[in-house]
């Protein structure tokens, strides 16, 4: 099977019948529009805009962006943010759906299924701390989804007030992970807004949106092996306790359980991946930390060679610790009632938010047509005469599940260029 293709369809399955074919023009020249030190950049082989924006003057919150845009400028605008909590967006920049792949020799090569052939890319690096962003005031950190959506929404809004030729194009937002804390939050956010950003629909991959519902991690290791029938019960019970915590909104002490959970599969296992459950050990981010953390792609970026480019381990884990184990199911249902188009899915092999993971939350969903979405058909999706995966759809929600898959962006740093 030629799985080069997968990256057109998670990213494009979902823009589905609104991206037409639109004429090949160069983007209007934006260098004289002024945001918070921004910079235009060829780094990597490809123009790019980057820089920082304020969102709060009095805690000194910095967000720092790259935008990408694509060769038409009428194209959808797609912002991309990654989870963690506090995760850095660049490696799926530079990893997998930029315009060029950095390689493990530090150079880079094009990337013929780049995204920007039909979408115009905003990476931000959410929340404060994440990433290149920074926050001068420790007692700023937003603590909650709601104090993480005020600060992106502030971000998105500056942005557009500044690059005026995309307020008006179609905006998508994509994330994996925590994102599915982070994405309901922002779009419930815009949606309180009387969408004054035109959100159009999100993607949100492996994403934890509500644990509760979401704690089915024992079923999962059970049925593929990593646990076993000795273990199962261990596992089961512990997810019995953090629902118990988490119903009585000890919200410290429920993290903490639900880590433990994940701990004790990944030991139990002999150290699986959380990430992909063919691989054992860790992922190796050396290439890609030492480019980010180098001081002429920071010269390049526009950003204080002081500065620390934290990928997964910046301050959002410390002052959102309490924030993982709640939920965002609410605002999750509100954009489905509202419809706003979801897209969700799930590598075959991730681990840390599972298959079963996420149909617990669709099945824990209240939306009026849940039981025509759950009646629906279940389609055998094929690339080149091979299944790649299975998609349910009814109205604005769409489910795919992605044989030979694992997590997050990791989905598309499986497929390999011909």
């Known amino acids: 099977m030629k799985q080069n293709l997968l990256i057109y369809i998670i990213g494009f399955l979902f823009l589905f019948q609104l991206i037409h074919t639109h004429p090949k023009v160069i983007i209007n020249n934006i260098t004289a529009e002024e945001i918070y030190s921004k910079t235009e950049t060829?780094?990597?082989?490809?123009?790019?805009?980057?820089?920082?924006?304020?969102?709060?003057?009095?805690?000194?919150?910095?967000?720092?962006?790259?935008?990408?845009?694509?060769?038409?400028?009428?194209?959808?605008?797609?912002?991309?943010?990654?989870?963690?909590?506090?995760?850095?967006?660049?490696?799926?920049?530079?990893?997998?759906?930029?315009?060029?792949?950095?390689?493990?020799?530090?150079?880079?090569?094009?990337?013929?299924?780049?995204?920007?052939?039909?979408?115009?890319?905003?990476?931000?690096?959410?929340?404060?701390?994440?990433?290149?962003?920074?926050?001068?005031?420790?007692?700023?950190?937003?603590?909650n989804e709601t104090l993480v959506a005020q600060q992106l929404y502030n971000a998105l809004s500056v942005f557009f007030d500044k690059f005026q030729i995309y307020k008006n194009n179609d905006f998508y937002i994509y994330g994996a992970s925590y994102c599915g804390k982070y994405i309901p939050a922002i779009g419930y956010k815009i949606m309180q807004e009387n969408f004054v950003i035109p959100l159009k629909g999100v993607v949100i991959g492996d994403g934890l949106t509500d644990p509760y519902s979401q704690m089915n991690y024992s079923y999962y290791s059970y049925a593929t092996g990593l646990i076993g029938v000795n273990e199962y019960p261990t596992i089961y019970a512990r997810e019995l306790e953090c629902k118990s915590l988490m119903q009585n909104e000890s919200w410290y002490n429920a993290t903490t359980c639900m880590i433990s959970i994940w701990q004790d599969v990944v030991n139990m296992s002999g150290n699986v991946s959380l990430y992909d459950i063919r691989v054992y050990g860790e992922y190796n981010m050396s290439v890609l930390n030492d480019f980010m953390e180098s001081n002429s792609t920071k010269e390049a970026f526009g950003v204080d060679p002081n500065t620390t480019w934290y990928n997964c381990n910046g301050p959002p884990i410390h002052y959102l610790y309490e924030d993982m184990s709640k939920s965002v199911k609410p605002e999750f249902e509100a954009l489905l009632a509202n419809g706003t188009k979801i897209l969700l899915f799930t590598g075959q092999y991730d681990l840390i938010i599972d298959l079963m993971s996420t149909l617990g939350l669709l099945n824990a969903t209240n939306w009026e047509y849940m039981d025509d979405f759950n009646n629906s058909t279940r389609i055998v999706w094929k690339v080149d005469g091979k299944v790649a995966g299975y998609t349910k759809n009814y109205k604005n929600l769409w489910y795919i599940t992605l044989i030979g898959a694992c997590w997050t962006w990791r989905i598309l740093s499986d497929i390999k260029l011909e």
Do not use: H, K
Request: one cysteine or more; proline letters at 9%; glycine letters at 12%.
């Open 42 to 143: 060829e780094i990597g082989g490809f123009r790019s805009y980057s820089g920082y924006i304020t969102t709060n003057e009095s805690s000194g919150a910095n967000m720092f962006f790259i935008f990408v845009p694509s060769m038409d400028e009428s194209a959808p605008v797609e912002l991309i943010i990654a989870g963690g909590p506090g995760c850095a967006s660049e490696p799926s920049l530079f990893l997998t759906i930029g315009p060029t792949i950095l390689q493990s020799d530090g150079s880079f090569i094009p990337n013929r299924y780049s995204w920007t052939d039909m979408l115009n890319l905003l990476y931000i690096d959410n929340p404060v701390g994440a990433g290149y962003s920074y926050i001068d005031d420790p007692d700023g950190n937003p603590i």
